[in-house]
């Protein structure tokens, strides 16, 4: 299997492009790398053009809601939900959805982005 795309952070507001998540709302669809979006792409919160954007080094493994501020972190899991330590974001199942706001407002996968 080939090296997974690197996000990057926009410099102006702070907002991450993952490319394992896409911005389907935008059509966008998950696994495009940041390098193949239109030359005119712009930041969805504030309008930046690419040329705002920087490689985020390495990823940490944690992942934060971006409604509610929640960080699902692999090393902690969620054992009282069923989720083992050690179990990977991208294995938690499709129908996850946040412990916080997601009782709520049934938040899912697509609401977290990536931490550096």
Do not use: W
């Amino acid at each position: 299997m080939g090296k997974k795309a690197q996000p990057y952070k926009c410099v102006v507001c702070g907002y991450i492009y993952d490319p394992e998540r896409g911005e389907p709302h935008q059509s966008i669809v998950p696994g495009t790398a940041f390098t193949d979006l239109p030359a005119d792409y712009a930041c969805p919160v504030c309008g930046a053009g690419k040329t705002a954007f920087e490689a985020l080094a390495a990823r940490s493994g944690r992942y934060l809601c971006v409604v509610c501020g929640y960080i699902y972190d692999p090393e902690r899991g969620e054992p009282k939900n069923g989720i083992a330590p050690g179990t990977a974001f991208q294995d938690l199942p499709d129908d996850y959805i946040c412990p916080v706001c997601g009782v709520y407002a049934k938040v899912g996968k697509s609401a977290f982005v990536a931490m550096e």
